[in-house]
């Protein structure tokens, strides 16, 4: 089955910074591919997704990258500030839905 | 937005008891999960279910069953609740190859 590593555990930025998170999937079958974000006590909600027929997506201050060759991809966090702190998740899920998520990144932002 | 709703969102149980959680949504999504979320470990998927006759175990589905009983609800149970059960609960669902919505999530205890 799929298997998604996520790097780093946490990650600690100054504001105004770039913030990356990387994460890795095993199953060449995987084509979606979304991050999630989890404030304290929250739900998880959906940040930015992509599709395997695309190399990269970009909202705003958030940008994700694919590279189905090394079944890796990064979420890209620009100019970051205080509420952007909070716990991020990668997934990967094939065709027949079944997501498996990261482990998470704790991304706490300075002020 | 999918308006996924769980009960109990917050209960404490004693070791042995059979606990239910539920889930019910409103949107007509098809496709509806059960993840557990433990500190560090991400969100791992327990069961789902694709439709009302189709369920299947997830990583972890070990001491757990779930039951579809229509569209619109999916409920976890704990026949024999256990201390290391004790974690926070997501429902979720998903309509086709679209993003995951996540409920509130129930909190359990096992003492």
């Known amino acids: 089955g799929e298997n998604v590593e996520q790097h780093p555990s946490t990650l600690s930025v100054q504001e105004g910074d770039s913030a990356v998170i990387k994460c890795t999937y095993s199953d060449s079958a995987s084509n979606y591919f979304p991050w999630y974000k989890q404030e304290l006590g929250k739900r998880p909600q959906l940040i930015i997704d992509i599709r395997s027929n695309v190399g990269e997506k970009k909202d705003q201050r958030i940008a994700v990258t694919l590279n189905k060759t090394a079944k890796h991809f990064s979420l890209h966090i620009t100019e970051t500030q205080p509420e952007d702190s909070a716990v991020y998740f990668c997934a990967a899920t094939d065709s027949w839905g079944k997501f498996q998520f990261g482990a998470g990144t704790q991304v706490v932002v300075t002020p | 937005d999918a308006d996924v709703t769980q009960t109990p969102r917050n209960r404490i149980t004693k070791t042995g008891k059979r606990i239910m959680l539920e889930c019910s949504q409103t949107?007509?999504?098809?496709?509806m999960y059960w993840y557990r979320q433990d500190p560090g470990l991400g969100l791992r998927l327990i069961y789902y279910s694709f439709d009302v006759k189709d369920i299947n175990k997830g990583e972890i589905s070990d001491g757990y069953s779930v039951s579809r009983q229509a569209q619109a609800k999916f409920s976890l149970s704990l026949e024999s609740a256990i201390p290391n059960q004790t974690a926070l609960y997501f429902c979720?669902?998903?309509?086709?190859?679209?993003?995951?919505?996540f409920g509130e999530g129930s909190r359990l205890t096992v003492l």
């Open positions: 949107k007509g999504h098809d496709r």
């Open positions: 979720a669902t998903r309509y086709s190859t679209g993003e995951l919505f």
